[in-house]
């Protein structure tokens, strides 16, 4: 089975400073991975995915993420932190098999400082 | 505008009442998923369909129960059997395919009083 882990539950970072949101999984195969974004009491957007190709991924809003496999890292980053990035952010990884399914991490709660 | 609804926003229930959570797509998608969202835990899977009339239980099924009788409509029973239903209900939809993402709507808050 997958897992997702997510380092740090918080993450505080001043307005203009890198934003790092950590992210290991655990996969047999393969994975595909991917970084949601969620404001407060909506629903998930897709930030960006990572299936095959290129191992730097481009998202939206500035954010990227590079997978690792040698390390089973997809961390996430941003140079320069907004004030608009303050939210809740997930990574999720594709199980193996035929069902398709997402296993999400515990999620990681960014708060932007002025 | 393609997209998934879920209605109602705000939901109220009374202890030992069934409820329901609508979950609409007009993304022609064959998947649809409901989800769970509890702090700190993440999203947890309640149930899963990948086609009509078919569906699997996921890693948090007891209490709940669904339908998916259209492609369009799955939607979500949470049961007096569910012991602690308060949370935040997330419904998505995909291709059905492993590389492609899930469309996520905006959410059912149900509140059990």
């Known amino acids: 089975a997958q897992s997702v882990t997510q380092l740090g539950s918080h993450v505080s970072v001043s307005e203009g400073a890198l934003v790092l949101l950590r992210c290991n999984y655990s996969?047999?195969?393969?994975?595909?991975l991917f970084w949601y974004v969620q404001y407060p009491n909506q629903g998930l957007q897709l930030l960006l995915k990572y299936t095959t190709g290129a191992t730097l991924v481009k998202g939206i809003n500035g954010f990227e993420a590079e997978f690792k496999k040698s390390e089973t890292s997809f961390h996430l980053t941003k140079p320069s932190a907004h004030m608009s990035d303050a939210a809740e952010y997930f990574c999720a990884v594709s199980e193996a098999g035929r069902d398709y399914k997402l296993s999400f991490g515990a999620g990681t709660t960014v708060t932007v400082r002025a | 505008d393609g997209g998934i609804t879920q209605s109602p926003k705000y939901l109220f229930r009374k202890e030992g009442q069934n409820v329901t959570l609508s979950c609409e797509q007009n993304l022609n998608h064959d998947a649809m998923y409901w989800y769970r969202q509890d702090p700190g835990q993440g999203l947890r899977l309640i149930y899963y369909?990948?086609?009509?009339?078919?569906?699997q239980k996921g890693d948090i099924a007891e209490g709940y129960s669904v339908s998916r009788e259209k492609k369009e409509s799955f939607p979500l029973t949470v049961t007096s059997a569910q012991k602690n239903p308060t949370a935040f209900y997330l419904c998505a939809s995909s291709l059905g395919d492993r590389h492609n993402e899930q469309f996520f709507g905006p959410g059912t808050r149900l509140t059990v009083l």
């Open positions: 996969s047999s195969v393969p994975p595909y």
């Open positions: 369909s990948q086609i009509v009339n078919d569906f």
